[in-house]
């Protein structure tokens, strides 16, 4: 009864066939993962580009508005009118983005009634 390798060549088979699969299995576990991370990064590159797009927006308003109340020009309160119209249209594109995140709303939320204070 000795040991031949037409035997056991079956079970090794099976043993590196299982390997295969599992490391297969383990492999596309990992690239969804990845590809989900880097879709979330991008989603937050694009939500900093747009806050970003706020604050410039929500400056330039403050500016012009200040330089309306001082000198009476109405070229500032033009780029005052500009500014609000663009502020209000990036907060819609920011709560598009955060659309998935109530906490993110409620900040949301805050901000427009800060916004509301200032205009």
Known sequence: MGLTIEKYAPLAFLIGLTLL???SL???RS???LTRTADQVARTH???GQLEEVLSDYKDALIA???YALTGNENYLDIYKDGKRKVDLDLLEVRRLTA???QRGRQLDAIDQIEQQTY
């Open 26 to 28: 383990v492999s596309y």
């Open 100 to 102: 998935d995140n109530p």
């Open 31 to 33: 690239l969804n993962d």
């Open 46 to 48: 694009e939500l900093i």
């Open 65 to 67: 508005s200040r330089g």
């Open 21 to 23: 699969i599992g490391i």
